[in-house]
């Protein structure tokens, strides 16, 4: 069973930062490509930044992009995503998730979610 855990949400002003962390269990970390994403209430699941397996290719939204980061320390079996600048349209529940096939923008292509870490910015 795998497992996918985040953490390191919380409430912060705008222009503040927060890094989520998401531990992996159950599965070869180093073998999964992961994501992360972010739905806010009323809204569909919005993609946010991707990584490959071994940390080499990854890709934004163009909504985070320059604010965002994606990283990973494969033998802390941790994705992480760093976000500064934040503003108040960054409030919602955010997700990690892990493909096991090519990471894409899709959050049909990924097999495994966690339950989310929540995200507030206030003005």
């Known amino acids: 069973q795998v497992q996918l855990v985040e953490s390191g949400g919380g409430s912060v002003q705008a222009g503040g930062s927060l890094r989520l962390s998401c531990v992996v269990s159950?599965?070869?970390?180093?073998?999964?490509?992961m994501g992360w994403f972010r739905q806010a209430p009323g809204k569909e699941r919005e993609f946010l930044a991707w990584i490959t397996w071994n940390g080499r290719n990854s890709n934004y939204a163009a909504s985070v992009k320059g604010r965002f980061s994606i990283s990973r320390e494969n033998p802390e079996n941790t994705v992480y995503l760093q976000m500064d600048s934040l503003k108040p349209e960054d409030t919602a529940l955010y997700f990690c998730?892990?493909?096991?096939?090519?990471?894409?923008?899709?959050?049909?292509?990924?097999?495994?979610w966690g339950q989310g870490t929540q995200v507030t910015v206030s003005s």
């Open positions: 998730a892990a493909a096991v096939g090519i990471p894409t923008e899709n959050h049909n292509n990924y097999r495994y």
């Open positions: 159950g599965r070869t970390f180093a073998g999964l490509n």
